[in-house]
């Protein structure tokens, strides 16, 4: 008799946190459906995964930033009928630069897909764990959910809105065995993290310190999902970051942010 698994659906499982999350997920034996553009990527990772954890790992080639691919994604996903456990909506995108010159295309697609792509999919996915009366949802949002970010001003709105909804959605589910848990990374080590540096080089003068390992931060994220927690900010310096933020002025922030925001536009 084969061993029926929990099934995670993975966004943006193709790099960085989304394919940390996949290992993770592998590891704790869930069977898998991984979602990006680069099929070729997620093919080679689905093919790891199932000769190293013995799972099932299925891909879907999807841009979130089309709503009818995402309207088919979700379709096929309720055609099928799959039971998903864990719903990790991660894929995401950001734009450095000042407001203005950033083309208007793209502050639409950034929030396409971190806003309307993942709540699209929460909003599709959720029904069938509230009918069966277990699931998780894991949205990716930032700590810069917590303040604005001059210099990533339709990004940081986009995390903010991610961080909202998710609390928002916490409690609506409370007592119906779905819980929802916002994950909000710092710096970590992806290709967003070096594109970002690549177009802005004061971003290289940032200490490896402060940058996370995304492994680390899925598995914290992933124990943390697991527990229900509503909120996962992972390692100290990133909770010292937001602990700080939510105590100070709004006005003080605003004015802090600006000062380091304003400082990398001009480099
Ligand atoms: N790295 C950080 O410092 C940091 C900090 C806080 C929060 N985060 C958040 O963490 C999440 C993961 O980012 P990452 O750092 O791991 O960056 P990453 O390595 O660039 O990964 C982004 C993932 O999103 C997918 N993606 C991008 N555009 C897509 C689209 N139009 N349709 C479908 N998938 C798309 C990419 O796959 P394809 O290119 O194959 O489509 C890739 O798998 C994001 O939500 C990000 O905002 C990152």
């Excluded at 991610?162 to 710092?186: F, H, K």
């Excluded at 700080?244 to 605003?254: D, E, G, H, I």
């Amino acid at each position: 008799m084969t061993q029926k698994r929990n099934i995670a659906l993975i966004t943006g499982a193709s790099s960085g946190i989304g394919e940390a999350f996949a290992l993770v997920c592998a590891e704790h034996q869930y069977d898998l459906i991984l979602v990006a553009r680069n099929i070729k990527k997620l093919n080679i990772l689905a093919a790891r995964l199932t000769q190293d954890h013995a799972i099932d790992v299925s891909v879907r080639k999807c841009d979130l930033t089309v709503p009818d691919e995402i309207k088919k994604l979700t379709e096929s996903l309720l055609l099928e009928g799959t039971p998903i456990e864990i719903l990790i909506n991660n894929a995401g995108m950001l734009e450095h630069g000042a407001f203005v010159d950033i083309p208007s295309e793209t502050h639409q697609n950034i929030l396409q897909l971190n806003v309307l792509a993942l709540t699209a999919i929460a909003s599709q996915l959720l029904p069938s764990m509230i009918a069966r009366g277990h699931g998780r949802l894991l949205n990716v949002a930032s700590i810069g959910a917590f303040q604005p970010l001059p210099s990533v001003a339709t990004y940081a709105a986009s995390k903010a809105f991610v961080l909202s909804l998710s609390e928002s959605l916490a409690e609506e589910l409370r007592d119906t065995g779905v819980t929802v848990t916002a994950l909000c990374p710092g710096l970590t080590a992806t290709n967003m993290m070096t594109q970002a540096q690549e177009k802005n080089h004061s971003l290289l003068k940032i200490p490896n310190l402060v940058i996370s390992d995304p492994y680390e931060v899925a598995q914290k994220a992933f124990r943390g999902c697991l527990k229900g927690k509503t909120i996962v900010v992972p390692g100290a310096k990133n909770v010292l970051t937001c602990l700080l933020s939510r105590a100070t002025p709004k006005w003080l922030v605003r004015r802090i942010t600006g000062i380091f925001g304003r400082a990398t536009l001009h480099q």
